[in-house]
C-alpha cells in the first residue's frame, strides 16, 4: 500500500487583493477600465482613480507616475495570519511595517508593506471594506473574484531563486506548475483553488524588472468578445491573440493598459485541488492562439502568458 501524500501546508497569504499601478494619463485609465475591463470607477480625480470589480470598495488602484507599478496587495484571513506573516518576513531579514495610515487610505482594517526582494512594494492585509452600494460594471461585466480573489499578477524578477525563498518557502505559495521552452521558464504558484495567484519570470527573458501583467477573470465567453471586439476597434492596443492556455485553460487576450503593464481578460481558468493536484512541467506554451501582435512589447515570455 502506498504511503499517504503529505499535506501541504497552507500559505500565508488567501487572496490577490488589489493591484495598484502608475500611469501618465489617469482619464485615459478610467476610460479603458471602465469601457473595455468593465471595472466601475468608484472614485476619480487628479489623484486616484480606483476601479471596483465586486462587492469589495475597490481593487485596482491608478496613480500619477511613469507607469511602473504602484504596490500588490495580499490579502491574508485575519489578524493572526497577518502576525504570522510579520513573523515570517522577519525571520528571513525582511522589514514588514504596520501602516495605520495607509491601512485607512487603502480602507482595509490593518495592513503591513514590506518590499520584495524585486524591489515590489507589497500590501499584507486583512479586513476589506465592503460597501452597501452594489458593484455596477458599465459593460455588464461579472468578475470571477471571491475566495480566488481579484485574479492573478506575474511578475519579472531579477533572481529567480531569491524570489521562490521570499514567495514559496517564506509565504508558502505553492507551486502549480512552470512552462518551459528553449525561450523561457515561468513559474506558477497558487495561495487559494485558482490555478495560479503568482506567476514569475526572470529579467534574462529581456523584460524589465516589475508586474509583466494582471488579470480579471470574467464568467462569460460573451463578455471576453466583446472586450475584445473593442480593443480590436481600436480602445486599446491588442498584445495577445485570443488564445487558450496550457495549464490554467483559460481563454483570453492580451492588451496594453496605459500603464507600462498587460491586462489579461480571460474566461474558465480552472482549479486547484491541492489534495490530488502535483506539478508537472509543460513544454509547450498554449493549446492554441495568444500570437504576439506585432509591434507588442518583447516575446521573452510565452506569447501572452
Keep these: 500500500m502506498a504511503a499517504?501524500?503529505?499535506?501541504?501546508?497552507?500559505?500565508?497569504?488567501?487572496?490577490?487583493?488589489?493591484?495598484?499601478?502608475?500611469?501618465?494619463?489617469?482619464?485615459?485609465?478610467?476610460?479603458?477600465?471602465?469601457?473595455?475591463?468593465?471595472?466601475?470607477?468608484?472614485?476619480?480625480?487628479?489623484?486616484?482613480?480606483?476601479?471596483?470589480?465586486?462587492?469589495?470598495?475597490?481593487?485596482?488602484?491608478?496613480?500619477?507616475?511613469?507607469?511602473?507599478?504602484?504596490?500588490?496587495?495580499?490579502?491574508?484571513?485575519?489578524?493572526?495570519?497577518?502576525?504570522?506573516?510579520?513573523?515570517?518576513?522577519?525571520?528571513?531579514?525582511?522589514?514588514?511595517?504596520?501602516?495605520?495610515?495607509?491601512?485607512?487610505?487603502r480602507r482595509v482594517a490593518d495592513l503591513v508593506r514590506v518590499v520584495d526582494p524585486?524591489?515590489?512594494?507589497?500590501?499584507?492585509?486583512?479586513?476589506?471594506?465592503?460597501?452597501?452600494?452594489?458593484?455596477?460594471?458599465?459593460?455588464?461585466?461579472?468578475?470571477?473574484?471571491?475566495?480566488?480573489?481579484?485574479?492573478?499578477?506575474?511578475?519579472?524578477?531579477?533572481?529567480?531563486a531569491e524570489a521562490e525563498h521570499f514567495y514559496l518557502e517564506t509565504l508558502g505559495f505553492l507551486e502549480s506548475d512552470r512552462v518551459r521552452t528553449p525561450r523561457f521558464d515561468v513559474l506558477f504558484t497558487h495561495c487559494n483553488p485558482r490555478h495560479h495567484s503568482l506567476a514569475m519570470m526572470p529579467t534574462k527573458t529581456g523584460l524589465e524588472a516589475g508586474l509583466h501583467h494582471f488579470m480579471v477573470e470574467v464568467d462569460d465567453l460573451d463578455t471576453v468578445g466583446h472586450a475584445l471586439d473593442k480593443v480590436n476597434d481600436g480602445a486599446a492596443k491588442l498584445n495577445s491573440s485570443l488564445g487558450k492556455h496550457i495549464n490554467d485553460l483559460m481563454v483570453s487576450f492580451y492588451c496594453q493598459t496605459p500603464s507600462k503593464c498587460e491586462v489579461e481578460y480571460g474566461v474558465g481558468g480552472i482549479t486547484i485541488d491541492d489534495s490530488v493536484w502535483e506539478p508537472t512541467v509543460h513544454t509547450t506554451e498554449n493549446v492554441w492562439g495568444h500570437r504576439r501582435m506585432p509591434g507588442a512589447p518583447p516575446d521573452g515570455m510565452p506569447a501572452g502568458m
Design 118 to 160: 524585486a524591489g515590489i512594494h507589497l500590501e499584507f492585509f486583512h479586513g476589506p471594506e465592503l460597501p452597501a452600494t452594489p458593484f455596477e460594471s458599465p459593460t455588464g461585466a461579472t468578475f470571477v473574484t471571491g475566495a480566488l480573489g481579484l485574479g492573478h499578477a506575474v511578475l519579472v524578477v531579477p533572481d529567480m
Design 4 to 105: 499517504p501524500t503529505a499535506q501541504k501546508p497552507a500559505p500565508l497569504v488567501s487572496a490577490l487583493g488589489y493591484v495598484g499601478v502608475t500611469a501618465v494619463d489617469l482619464a485615459a485609465w478610467e476610460k479603458f477600465g471602465t469601457g473595455v475591463l468593465g471595472l466601475e470607477a468608484v472614485e476619480s480625480t487628479p489623484a486616484q482613480l480606483l476601479l471596483r470589480a465586486d462587492e469589495r470598495a475597490w481593487r485596482v488602484s491608478v496613480r500619477p507616475g511613469d507607469g511602473t507599478c504602484d504596490f500588490i496587495g495580499w490579502e491574508v484571513a485575519d489578524a493572526a495570519a497577518l502576525d504570522a506573516v510579520v513573523a515570517a518576513l522577519e525571520s528571513i531579514g525582511a522589514e514588514p511595517a504596520r501602516d495605520s495610515v495607509l491601512a485607512k487610505e
